[in-house]
C-alpha cells in the first residue's frame, strides 16, 4: 500500500477530510514543543483550520529527545491521520505540521526556526514533568535538566531552557518577543510558565531577557479532547478509509476544547475563527477541568485497575466505581471551584457521557502515567482546599491511595511505571510492608510529590491510610464513601 504523503494526498478516498488549502503556500508561524499524540489531535487540528484562511500558522513540531514522530512523518511530509472514534467515525487528513526537529540533535535548525520573523508563537504539550516544577509551583533549579542547561545554555535540553534561548536570540536579532502559549495539564499553566522562564533567565545572569520574557504574552490555556494512543487498530482503520498508510495516525472523540486567555491581539481572530474560546479569565475552565474531568480520570485508572479493568468505558460499567466518582465529582469538587459562566452539574453530566462513550478504548494503565506529576493538579490542590474548608476529603483520599498501591503492586510484580520519578517510586515502593499506616508514611515522606504542609495533615494521612487498607481489603467498601 502506499504511504500518505504530499505526492499521494489526490489518492486518498472519499469522504476523507483533507487540507482545504495550498501546503506548498503555507509559512511556518509556531513551534510547537511535544508533538505527541494529543497535540497533533488538538492544537493541530485547530491551526488546519486557521491555515484555510490564512498561511502563516504552518507548524514546525519540535520533540526535545526522541526522533520517533520525526522519523514516522518526515515520509509523509507531515500529514497524518486524526480518527473521530464515535457511532459515526470520522477521518480527516491534518497538513498544519510542515516541518519535524529533534532538538537533541538538531538543535541550530530549531532555533533557526525560533529566531525567524514569520514564527509568532511556541506551544507545547511537554506534559506535567516538562516544566521542572517543584511542588509548589516554582522552578527546580536542582532538577537536573535545569542544572544542565545552566552549564551550557546555548544548547539547552528542557523546554524552559529553549524558550528562554529563543527569548535571547530574538532580542539580540531585535525580533518581537513570542507569544508562548501552554497546552499542558496544569493549573495556571502559562503563568507558572512564564514564571519558570523567568527564574531560568535570572539564573542564567541574563536579567534583561527575564525582564523582557516577564513582560511577554504566556496565555493560560484549557485544552480538552480524550485522545487514546495510538494503536495497531487505528493504523488498519485509517489504512482501509484512505488506502494509503498512515505511520502514525491519532485517534479522538468528537469533543474538541481549547479556551486560551485573551493575550493575543490582532491574531486572535484567527484563533476564535477556528472555533477556539477566547477568555478574560481561563482559571475557571482550567480548574474545573482540572479537577473534575482529570481527577475523575486518574481516580478512575488507579481504582479501575485494581479492580481489573482494562478502559475507562470498562470501568464505568462498574456500577459502584462509576458511582463513586459521580459522588466525587458532584459532592467534593464543586466547593473548591469559583463561580463563573460554567454550568458545572452540566458540564459533570458531560464528562461522565464522554467517560462512558464505548468507542473509545482509553487504556486506563495510560492514564496512569506520570501519576507523581498529575496527582498535584488533580486530587491534592482539591483535597488541600476541601480541608481549608473543613470539608471530608474521604473521595478524593481514595485517588491518591489507589495510586500508592497502583505502584506497590507495580513494584512487586517488577512491571515497568510509567513515571519521571519511577526509580524513586520503586525505592519507597520496596520498602512497604503491607502495613498500611507504614506504607501511606513512606508515600507521603515524598516531597517531590506531596507539599510538606498537607502531608502533615492528620485528618489526610488517616483518610488515605484509611482508603489503602479498604482497597487492599475491602473495595466495596471504599466505593462506598
Ligand atoms: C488523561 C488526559 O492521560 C491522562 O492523564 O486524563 O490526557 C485526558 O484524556 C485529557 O486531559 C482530556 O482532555
Known amino acids: ?7 499521494t ?33 488538538h492544537q493541530a ?46 477521518f480527516r487528513v491534518v497538513g498544519s505540521i510542515r516541518e519535524v526537529l529533534t532538538a537533541s540533535d538538531e538543535s541550530e535548525a530549531v532555533f533557526a526556526r525560533l529566531v525567524s520573523p514569520g514564527v509568532r508563537f511556541v506551544t507545547s504539550t511537554v506534559t506535567e514533568k516538562g516544566y521542572c516544577l517543584t511542588t509548589t509551583g516554582d522552578l527546580d533549579l536542582d532538577h537536573a535538566d535545569i542544572r544542565r542547561d545552566l552549564a551550557s545554555p546555548s544548547r539547552p535540553v528542557s523546554f524552559v531552557g529553549c524558550v528562554v534561548e529563543a527569548a535571547r536570540r530574538r532580542r539580540e536579532a531585535g525580533i518581537a518577543p513570542l507569544t508562548v502559549i501552554s497546552c499542558d ?24 531577557v527575564a525582564d523582557l520574557i516577564g513582560e511577554a504574552a504566556f496565555p493560560n490555556t484549557m485544552v480538552d479532547s480524550i485522545t487514546p494512543a495510538t494503536d495497531q487498530a487505528l493504523r488498519d482503520d485509517v489504512a482501509q478509509a484512505l488506502g494509503l498508510e498512515d505511520a502514525w495516525p491519532v485517534q479522538r472523540e468528537r469533543f474538541l476544547q481549547w479556551v ?39 481516580t ?104 500508592i498501591g497502583f505502584v506497590v503492586r ?17 525505592e519507597v515502593a520496596r520498602r512497604c510492608t503491607g502495613a498500611a499506616e507504614q506504607d501511606v508514611h513512606e508515600f507521603l515522606a515524598l516531597n517531590a510529590v506531596f507539599p510538606s504542609a498537607l502531608a502533615a495533615q492528620p485528618t489526610f494521612r488517616e483518610a488515605v491510610t484509611r482508603a489503602y487498607a479498604l482497597l487492599r481489603d475491602s473495595p466495596d467498601t471504599a466505593l462506598a464513601l
Open 1 to 7: 500500500m502506499r504511504r500518505l504523503s504530499d505526492a
Open 260 to 298: 486560551v486567555e485573551d493575550r493575543l491581539g490582532a491574531e486572535g481572530d484567527a484563533f476564535t475563527r477556528a472555533g477556539v474560546t477566547l477568555a478574560r479569565d481561563v482559571a475557571a475552565f482550567e480548574k474545573a477541568k482540572l479537577r473534575l474531568l482529570n481527577g475523575a480520570h486518574s
Open 300 to 403: 478512575l485508572a488507579y481504582v479501575g485497575l485494581r479492580l481489573g479493568y482494562d478502559t475507562v468505558s470498562q470501568a464505568m460499567g462498574d456500577e459502584r466505581l462509576a458511582a463513586f466518582v459521580e459522588r466525587m465529582m458532584r459532592q467534593d469538587v464543586p466547593p473548591t471551584l469559583r463561580a463563573s459562566e460554567l454550568d458545572v452539574p452540566r458540564y459533570i453530566g458531560d464528562v461522565l457521557a464522554r467517560f462512558r462513550n464505548p468507542a473509545i478504548g482509553h487504556k486506563l494503565s495510560q492514564i496512569a502515567w506520570d501519576g507523581s506529576q498529575k496527582l498535584r493538579f488533580r486530587l491534592l490542590e482539591t483535597t488541600a482546599e476541601l480541608l481549608d474548608q473543613t470539608r471530608p476529603v474521604d473521595r478524593p483520599a481514595v485517588g491518591v491511595a489507589a495510586w
Open 9 to 41: 494526498l489526490g489518492e486518498v478516498r472519499t469522504p476523507v477530510r483533507t487540507p482545504a488549502y495550498d501546503r506548498s503556500a503555507v509559512q511556518v508561524g509556531v513551534v510547537h514543543f511535544g508533538p505527541g499524540a494529543f497535540h497533533r489531535a
Open 45 to 90: 487540528c485547530y491551526f488546519d483550520d486557521m491555515l484555510a484562511h490564512d498561511p502563516r500558522f504552518a507548524i514546525c513540531a519540535v520533540s526535545l529527545r526522541t526522533p520517533d514522530v520525526r522519523d514516522a512523518l518526515q515520509p509523509q511530509d507531515g500529514l497524518y491521520t486524526v480518527m473521530e472514534r464515535e457511532a459515526e467515525p470520522t
Open 185 to 208: 495539564n496544569l493549573s495556571n499553566n502559562g503563568a507558572k510558565l512564564q514564571a519558570a522562564c523567568v527564574a531560568y533567565a535570572r539564573a542564567r545572569g541574563e536579567p534583561a
Open 410 to 426: 507495580q513494584t512487586q510484580a517488577a512491571a515497568p511505571i510509567t513515571d519521571p520519578l519511577a526509580a524513586e517510586l520503586g
